[in-house]
C-alpha cells in the first residue's frame, strides 16, 4: 500500500461516562474506497465525528497527508481537502439550495472555479438545477443527498467522509448515489464510507473494517469479506 | 365654533384628521426605527446562539454616551461620531461575547441568560460611576430644522432618524441574503455545529454578528439622543424590553420580522398615546408581548420552533 493519505491510531472516544470507540486504528491510502461497517451504536459515525473534528478524542492520534487533525478546528478541515457528509445529510433547511452549494465554498474566492463547480454539481444532479431557488426543506430525500454531496463536490474534497448516504432512500436511488460514489473516486477522490446497506458498500469498496462496540474485529480486502461466512451472517442478511 | 355650514364644518374635519394621520405616521415611524434597529441585535444573537441577550438595551444605552463622548469631547462632527460610536460598539459587543457568553456556548441556556443579565446590570452600573446619575443633554449632532407643512410639523432630526435607519436596514438585510457570510448566519440558526463542516469558523460569525446587532443599537442610542436630547444610564432598560418584544413580535431569530415587529411596535404606541391616557403605553407594548406569546409565539415572521430534520 502507498503512504496512507488517512491514518488513525488508538482512537479512544467517550461520551460522558460511555466510551464509544475504544482503541480505534485505521488507515485510507489515496484513491481508495473503505468502508467502515458495523450495527447501530458500533461506533462508525463517532469515528466520523472524530476525524472531522467534531467530537474531541480522549487519546489517538489522526493523521491527514503529514497534518495532524487532533491540533485542528473542524472548520480548518476544509482547506486540507476533507470533506464530511453528516449522518442525515447536514442540509440547511433555511437556505436554498443554491445558497447550501455557495456556503460550502465559504473558503474559495476564485468565482470563476467555484460558478464552473456548480455547473458541475448541476450536471451530475440535473434536478438540483430545477430546484436552485428552493428552499432546500422542499426537496425529497434523494434530491437532499445529491446536495450534501453536491456541497462535497464544491470543496473539492481529496478525502470524503460519507455517512450513512443510503440512508432513508429508495432502493434506484441508493444506485445512483453508489453510482455516483464510484465517479467521484475515479475522478480523484478517496472515500471513506460509513454504511449500514453493507453490501452495496462493499461492492464499491476496496477494503473495509468491521466495527462492533468501539473496536475493529476485522479487516480485510472488501472482497474477502464478502465472502466471510461471519460476515455474511452478521452484515449481509444471510442465515 | 365659526358660522360654517355643514360642509365646510366635514371638510375642515377630514383634513385635519388626514394631517394628524400623517404627523402620526412620521412619528410612528421615527419611533419604530429606534425600536427596530435595537430589535435586530436581539433577533440576530438569538438566531445564531439561541441566546436572548439582555445586556442589549444597555449597550444602546452605552451607545449613546459613547456618541455623547465622541461628539462633544471629541468633537468629531455628525458623521464621524457615527461611525466611530458604530466601531466602538460593535468592539464592546464583540468583547462581551468573548468574555462573558462563549465560555458558556455548550452550557445550558438560562446560565447564558442570568450571565446576560449580570451584563446589562454591570454596563448600568458602570455607566452610572463614571458618568453620574444626572441625566445628560446629548449635543445636536446636525442643524436642527424644523419643517411645516400645511399643519404636519417634522423636522430634519425626525427624516434623518426614518431615512438612516431604513438605509441602515436595507444594507443590513443584503448582507444577510447575499453574502456568503450573512449564510452562514442563517445556517447557523438552523444547525450551530454543521455549519464548521462546511469551512466555516463559528466564533468568527458568532462575533460579526455581535458586532452587526450592538453597531445598529448603538446607532439608536444616537438616534434617541438626538430626538430626545437627554440620556442616562437607566435609558436601556425600558427601551430594551420594548425592543425585545418588536423582536418576538416579529419572529425572534428572523431579521425581517425584527424590523417590521420594530415599526408595528412604534405604530401601536404612537396610536397608543394618542388616543389613551400615555400611562397606557408601556402597559400596552407588555399586553402584546403576552398576547402574541400565547396565540402566535413563532412572531408575525418566525419559523416554527422545531426545524430538525
Known sequence: MNQPLLQVDGLKLA???????HEVSFEVAKGEIVTLIGANGAGKSSTLRAVSRL??????????????LTKL???????LGIAHVPEGRGIFGNLTVRENLLLATFQRNDWDGINADIERVFSLFPRLRERIEQSSTTLSGGEQQMLAVGRALMMRAKLLLLDEPSMGLAPILVKEIFRIIVELNKQGATVL????????ALKISQRAYVLENGRIVKTGSAADL???PDIRKAYLGDD | MPMNGYYGFYHDNLTRRGRLMIQQALNALQLGSIYALIALGY?????????????????????????LYFAVKLNLGAPLTVLATMAAAAFLGVLIERIAYRPLRSAPRVSAVITALGVGIFLETFTLAVVGPQPQAFPELLPKIIYKFDGIRTSSTQLTIILLSFVLMVALDQFVQRTRTGMAMRALSWDLHLVSLMGVDIDRIVSITFALGTSLAAVAGIFVGLAYPVIDPYMGIMVGWKAFIAAVVGGIGSVRGAMAGGYILGAIEI???????STYRDMIAFAILLFILLVKPSGFFGSPVSKKV
Open chain 1, 226 to 228: 464478502r465472502q466471510s
Open chain 2, 271 to 277: 396610536l397608543a398615546v394618542a388616543n389613551l391616557p
Open chain 1, 55 to 68: 467530537l474531541p478524542p480522549l487519546a489517538g492520534t489522526i493523521v491527514f497527508d503529514g497534518h495532524d
Open chain 1, 73 to 79: 478546528a473542524p472548520h480548518e478541515l476544509i482547506g
Open chain 1, 193 to 200: 464510507l460509513v454504511e449500514q446497506n453493507a453490501n452495496m
Open chain 1, 15 to 21: 461520551y460522558g461516562q460511555i466510551i464509544a470507540l
Open chain 2, 43 to 67: 433577533s440576530m444573537v438569538y438566531g445564531v446562539l439561541r441566546l436572548i441577550n439582555f445586556a442589549h438595551g444597555d449597550i444602546f444605552m452605552v451607545g449613546s454616551y459613547i456618541a
